[in-house]
């Protein structure tokens, strides 16, 4: 398994959960980490990333709640969601790739590879 993405759960409106996403993929430092979400009857979308440990970006949906940081001496990027709202409820993904370009950090294509997915719910 290249990803491991864990940390979901089910967490009251106003709560915070972290996620993590450790990668097997070397070297890490290299590798741009992304996540996405799928909320149910919903398409995929970017909810953050971190480019090749130069810079983090979060889309303005999720601005102000949501940041991404990381530790490559652990391989691991960590999804701080605080404020959660009832839809955020999705299954979170997190997503890796070394050639990444700025342009496309957001598009899902982008990335060859994928973790597996956690649940998140929030409960109103």
């Known amino acids: 398994v290249q990803l491991q993405a864990s940390g979901g759960g089910l967490v009251q409106a106003g709560g915070s959960l972290r996620l993590t996403c450790v990668a097997s993929?070397?070297?890490?430092?290299?590798?741009?980490v992304a996540w996405f979400r799928q909320g149910p009857g919903k398409e995929r979308e970017f909810v953050g990333a971190n480019f090749r440990n130069q810079y983090s970006t979060i889309p303005e949906p999720v601005k102000g709640r949501f940041t991404i940081s990381r530790v490559n001496a652990d391989n691991t990027v960590y999804l701080q969601m605080n404020s959660l709202r009832p839809e955020d409820t999705a299954v979170y993904y997190c997503?890796?790739?070394?050639?990444?370009?700025?342009?496309?950090?957001?598009?899902?294509?982008?990335?060859?590879?994928w973790g597996q997915g956690t649940q998140v719910t929030v409960s109103s």
């Open positions: 997503a890796a790739s070394s050639s990444v370009i700025r342009s496309s950090v957001a598009s899902q294509n982008a990335y060859a590879h």
């Open positions: 993929l070397r070297p890490f430092s290299t590798y741009t």
